[in-house]
């Protein structure tokens, strides 16, 4: 019988040497007349182990890792693929604390499976949320997702029941289910990582979207720095074959544009329009691609969708706390030890992601501030960094978790500097449509200058134009740009002197 | 060009909103969008050249110019700035300054963790990459020509 060998094909594991890897240990294999199996899984998520190595034995998986090319000739001599011993083993992967003490719900599949099999999917539970919805009427669908407490995972966090209730109550021939994968946020690559291992769980999220509003089209708007999960995508509806029935997915390239994952900028850039964004209202649901009817969802939201059709709304709305309702894969990033993904209920701290599970800064120098919820998230200093992580205990202290991305900066990070870069990334990627992101975020760029080069009386100047972007942009790029900037601010004065 | 340019129009002749498909496709064949398509592609969509222009110029991946042997995109964002990002973007800029490779920002691969991280040639990617590391995936670039 051949031995099954998982290398992770996932981009992070690619940069990290996985290719070489595989390929070395398919030569030697073969050299030592082994019946072997590769499996290019997606990734687990720890990524300082990277590229991980799986064998599959009667105990287990058993892992070895980081795995370079140099050590593939010392594995097999180790008989690795009967699980010796070996400095780099690690044991049964699923007994290593740091995954052992998450709670994976939407992403328990990806790296365990491999992600161009719909077998291996369906052997996983996939595909029997699709199968519940088929059974049930639009609006039922609607009601459990509502019941779950799902709500939008891309960073905005608005119920995702009503919006599709929205949809399903606005008549026309014509609807769309869009799946926002411009996933632009610094410190963030849950959305890549699903798509990349496991593909099919996204695709049955848009369509049991599509039975629960009666839409027959998918687009899926993938970021142009992400060719691997466009190629995985595009394989993945390759073979579903009729699996999905009526319901058709395209998936489009965007172009390098952050504010794409506007959700109006992107309905536009799919158009094949420049990616302006657009006056609300109306809303995408009720006008939305092409003038229709549109669920436009992140890939989160849509992936945790089939669980909860075939586990029921309560198995997902009895995890998390408050008004968070299911779980969150928190990506940990930047200047940490254990960087990867977590997937955890809502309701742990922010100091036991970045202690318990990341094992503090990578550099091993103090944690100094830890910016959460991407490039138009807060700063936040040691002092906040017992705050629960949930959306309103996150709105409270003047600070978002948007996308779960989490990104830790050592005691050596000048923040007055970070905030110029905040500014300076809002006029790179402005979209020009509204004044205050256009022409505040260069005028940002050139107070916060002045600041630094010793004008203390400018600072008055600069919380005055964060108010004007706060209220007075059309959308989040400008609108949001003030939090880093402010929070910088704010918890590090001393930086700005 | 011509050829090439009807090919990848009959190929999207059915899509709706097709224009973003269309200037991958021409910059995946050529390396960049050329000025003698613009007309050519306005046609094919009924829309002004200015529509187009506006188009190419607004999306940050579309080039106008012809890049170099090898595009070098090294990341920019917060999470690498965290692990010496910037110091790596100055290092490659000087490394880079003479020669046929295009260096480019990109902000965010995807790779937050184990920074910094620079793709090549829009496929290969490589992480946690120190001013050594970029010296000698540059060299190696150099003797596969």
């Known amino acids: 019988m051949s031995i099954s060998v998982y290398v992770p094909g996932d981009a992070a594991a690619l940069a990290l040497g996985a290719e070489d890897v595989a390929a070395a240990i398919e030569q030697t294999a073969a050299s030592h007349k082994l019946d072997v199996n590769i499996v290019r899984n997606g990734s687990r998520g720890l990524f300082w182990l990277e590229p991980l190595v799986e064998v599959v034995t009667e105990q287990g998986r058993i892992a070895y890792g980081p795995v370079t090319l140099t050590d593939v000739a010392g594995l097999f001599d180790a008989n690795f693929t009967a699980g010796g011993k070996h400095p780099l083993r690690l044991g049964n992967i699923e007994a290593l604390p740091y995954l052992a003490r998450q709670h994976r719900v939407t992403m328990r599949r990806v790296g365990v499976i491999d992600p161009r099999s719909p077998d291996a999917y369906q052997a996983h539970g996939g595909g029997?949320?699709?199968?519940?919805?088929?059974?049930?009427?639009?609006?039922?669908?609607?009601?459990?997702?509502?019941?779950s407490g799902l709500r939008g995972r891309g960073g905005a966090a608005f119920p995702t029941g009503i919006k599709w209730k929205t949809v399903l109550d606005t008549a026309a021939q014509q609807k769309y289910i869009v799946c926002n994968a411009d996933e632009g946020d610094s410190g963030t690559f849950s959305d890549r990582m699903l798509m990349e291992g496991d593909p099919h769980c996204l695709i049955e999220g848009m369509a049991i979207a599509g039975l629960a509003v009666g839409a027959d089209k998918g687009y899926i708007y993938v970021r142009s720095e992400y060719p691997h999960a466009f190629a995985a995508l595009n394989d993945a509806i390759n073979l579903a074959g009729d699996w999905l029935g009526d319901f058709h997915i395209e998936v489009r390239q965007a172009a390098g544009a952050y504010v794409c994952g506007e959700e109006t900028a992107l309905l536009e850039s799919l158009e094949g329009k420049r990616g302006i964004?657009?006056?609300?209202?109306p809303l995408p649901a009720i006008s939305g691609l092409f003038g229709q009817p549109t669920v436009i969802n992140n890939v989160i939201t849509f992936a945790s969708v089939p669980d909860i059709l075939a586990q029921g709304a309560a198995f997902y709305r009895d995890l998390g706390v408050g008004r968070s309702r299911g779980t969150l894969p928190f990506q940990l990033a930047g200047n940490i030890k254990f960087g990867g993904l977590i997937e955890v209920p809502f309701g742990i701290t922010l100091r036991e992601l970045l202690y318990d599970y990341g094992g503090g800064s990578r550099s091993g120098r103090p944690l100094r501030a830890v910016q959460v919820g991407g490039p138009l998230g807060a700063y936040l200093p040691e002092s906040q960094?017992?705050?629960?992580?949930?959306?309103?205990?996150?709105?409270?202290?003047?600070?978002?978790l948007g996308h779960g991305g989490i990104v830790a900066f050592d005691d050596t990070v000048d923040m007055a500097k970070q905030a110029r870069y905040a500014m300076k990334f809002c006029a790179l990627e402005s979209c020009g449509k509204c004044t205050p992101c256009r022409i505040g975020s260069t005028r940002g760029v050139e107070v916060i200058d002045r600041i630094r080069a010793g004008q203390k009386e400018q600072i008055p100047l600069l919380r005055d134009l964060c108010d004007t972007l706060t209220y007075g942009s059309m959308c989040a790029m400008g609108g949001m740009t003030p939090y880093p900037v402010l929070s910088a601010l704010n918890h590090f004065p001393e930086d700005f002197q | 060009m011509i050829a090439t340019l009807h090919a990848i129009f009959v190929k999207h002749r059915q899509q709706a909103g097709a224009l973003l498909p269309i200037l991958h496709d021409i910059q995946h064949a050529l390396g960049f969008v050329p000025d003698d398509?613009?007309?050519?592609?306005?046609?094919?969509?009924?829309l002004s050249r200015a529509e187009v222009h506006g188009v190419i110029t607004y999306y940050h991946h579309f080039r106008q110019t012809s890049p170099g042997k090898h595009v070098v995109r090294v990341c920019c964002a917060e999470a690498c700035q965290a692990n010496g990002g910037e110091a790596l973007a100055e290092h490659a800029a000087a490394r880079l300054q003479h020669g046929d490779t295009t260096l480019e920002p990109v902000y965010c691969l995807g790779l937050c963790a184990i920074g910094p991280a620079i793709q090549i040639d829009e496929t290969q990617l490589h992480a946690r990459v120190t001013a050594e590391k970029f010296d000698a995936l540059i060299g190696a670039l150099g003797g596969r020509k």
Do not use: C, H, W
């Open chain 2, 37 to 46: 398509a613009v007309p050519l592609i306005a046609k094919e969509l009924n």
């Open chain 1, 277 to 281: 964004v657009r006056s609300k209202p």
């Open chain 1, 128 to 147: 029997r949320g699709l199968d519940v919805a088929r059974s049930m009427k639009p609006a039922e669908i609607v009601r459990m997702i509502t019941e």
């Open chain 1, 385 to 400: 960094f017992d705050t629960v992580l949930d959306y309103e205990a996150f709105a409270a202290v003047g600070a978002v």
